[in-house]
């Protein structure tokens, strides 16, 4: 879901008039919000936000006007209570209370974000080198090889080695948008944008969630931390950015 929502999200507001006009509008709210909701029960809430957004951020390179944002936005905080109390589940509930609060529940629920905060404070500037870091090391540090593996890297590389991670998300996010704005039809700009900015979305919500700033959810790291689904998904986005700037190019070079 997390290619085929873009993919589909794309294609159809490919083939309407854009801006998309309200009935578009209403008839891909309900081809995000179905998918959106069924991954929700399972329940899996990382999965489910990168969905949302994969397929929101496709109508909002759509050009769709700043009111509907403002409505959108008004229904989402009247929504709060609502979902809050009959809809989130205990651990999520407690997921959002640890991150007001982590030391209320220092060897339970506190646990992942004390020893994230942690490790990442302990790295300093420069690090305590590869394979030193005591927090991952000594198993303090709870998934330390998927999820949290950005605080791993922080204690064992340091800031200096965090900001050259950060520097080559940047430039692959500032590539794929170039491959969006660069694009042939509407559709190419659409499912370009959209892919560049759910990989925007999977590093800010991994470092915001390691760092104590975001709820932890399960969400990797893009192409740093270990995984199955989620790199095959990755780089099947990826392909398809290649496939754009290909067409791009192809378009854009002479016949002999």
Do not use: C
């Not at 709210?29 to 179905?34: G, K, M, N």
């Not at 329940?43 to 929101?56: C, E, F, K, R």
């Not at 007001?100 to 990442?120: H, V, Y």
């Not at 709820?215 to 986005?237: D, E, R």
């Amino acid at each position: 879901m997390k290619l085929a929502m873009p993919l589909t999200i794309a294609a159809f507001l490919s083939r309407q008039y854009l801006p998309p006009r309200f009935l578009h509008i209403v008839i891909t709210l309900a081809l995000i919000a179905v998918p959106t909701a069924l991954i929700i029960k399972q329940p899996d809430l990382g999965t489910a936000i990168l969905v949302l957004v994969s397929g929101m951020v496709v109508l909002f390179y759509a050009g769709l006007q700043w009111w509907y944002i403002v409505a959108a936005v008004g229904a989402f905080g009247a929504s709060l209570w609502p979902v809050w109390h009959y809809m989130m589940h205990d651990y999520q509930q407690k997921r959002i209370l640890m991150l007001l609060n982590p030391e209320s529940d220092p060897l339970g629920a506190g646990w992942n974000i004390i020893q994230s905060k942690t490790a990442i404070g302990s790295g300093g500037l420069h690090g305590k080198g590869w394979l030193e870091g005591t927090q991952s090391r000594l198993d303090f540090l709870p998934e330390g090889h998927t999820d949290f593996i950005i605080a791993v890297m922080s204690e064992e590389f340091g800031l200096i080695g965090v900001l050259l991670l950060l520097a080559a998300y940047i430039l692959v996010i500032a590539r794929g948008m170039h491959i969006a704005i660069n694009a042939q039809d509407n559709f190419g700009r659409l499912l370009a944008a959209s892919i560049s900015t759910t990989f925007f979305v999977y590093v800010f919500v991994n470092m915001g969630m390691v760092a104590g700033m975001l709820p932890v959810v399960g969400v990797p790291l893009p192409f740093i931390s270990q995984g199955g689904t989620a790199v095959v998904a990755l780089m099947t986005g990826f392909g398809i950015l290649m496939a754009i700037a290909t067409e791009q190019k192809r378009v854009m070079t002479p016949k002999k």
